[in-house]
């Protein structure tokens, strides 16, 4: 599998989807537009960089912070928190620059092993109905397989054999795998988790990259990368939480 980063241009859309290296672009692909505002940590990440514009997702952790994946970097970004379609701004969004990208000290770039990265906002999110934070697991706290997950995002979607950008956030439930069932040449057991299977169609990559998979009301994933077929391939979170934690309290 080849680890290098690619981007797509979808049509002649103002921002881009980062493709994570692997092949989709963290796609909503047979699941359903989620209930409105069902999702108030949801953050919708547009990052800058000198060739061009792009998009990932994000959840927001605390009143300051957002987490996302460290291959979403950007020389600037913007995040909007409680939105539903971003094509029809409402008044519960909340469109906040970020003061400070925190990736992993060990992030690499290769094989997005320690793919996470704290995002320091500008200023802290008002938390209300339409925005609020998710909580995060404990250091060490294991994912059962085959339990359901839901993974939720901006990105591709599938229509009539062809790919478009989804305006309203889509969601879809995905399964953790056993580790042995993932099967990757780059994958770390310790710091990521497969979801998603094959048999069911829908590909662990249900969400922007960037996006948490979310069981049980917590964030123990980030979507990272994979192939285009199931399953994908998520920061295992509670491998962080320590990081995380420690991280914002000194910010």
């Not at 409680?82 to 969004?93: C, M, Q």
Request: hydrophobic share 40%; net charge positive; glycine share 10%.
């Amino acid at each position: 599998m080849a680890l290098t980063m690619q981007l797509l241009v979808v049509g002649l859309l103002p921002w881009a989807f980062l493709l994570p290296p692997g092949g989709w672009a963290g796609e909503i692909i047979g699941g359903k537009e989620a209930k409105p505002h069902s999702r108030p940590y949801m953050a919708y990440l547009q990052m800058k960089r000198n060739n061009g514009h792009y998009t990932c997702g994000g959840f927001l952790v605390a009143k300051g912070f957002v987490l996302t994946a460290a291959h979403c970097w950007g020389v600037s970004i913007t995040v909007t928190l409680g939105a539903h379609n971003i094509d029809k701004r409402e008044p519960s969004w909340q469109v906040i620059p970020v003061r400070r990208q925190i990736p992993h000290p060990r992030y690499n770039r290769k094989t997005l092993n320690n793919d996470i990265m704290l995002l320091q906002l500008a200023e802290p999110a008002k938390l209300n109905g339409w925005v609020e934070t998710i909580a995060l697991p404990c250091a060490g706290e294991h994912v059962e397989p085959g339990m359901a997950c839901l993974v939720a995002g901006w990105g591709l979607t599938i229509a009539s054999d062809y790919f478009s950008a989804a305006s309203a956030l889509q969601e879809a439930e995905v399964k953790v795998l056993a580790d042995a069932k993932c099967t990757y040449h780059h994958y770390v057991s310790s710091t990521m988790l497969c979801a998603g299977l094959r048999s069911e169609g829908k590909d662990s990559a249900k969400g922007d990259s960037g996006g948490p998979l979310v069981c049980q009301g917590k964030a123990q994933g980030i979507v990272s990368w994979g192939p285009n077929t199931p399953p994908g391939v998520y920061v295992r979170v509670s491998t962080y939480s320590q990081w995380i934690r420690d991280t914002m309290r000194r910010a």
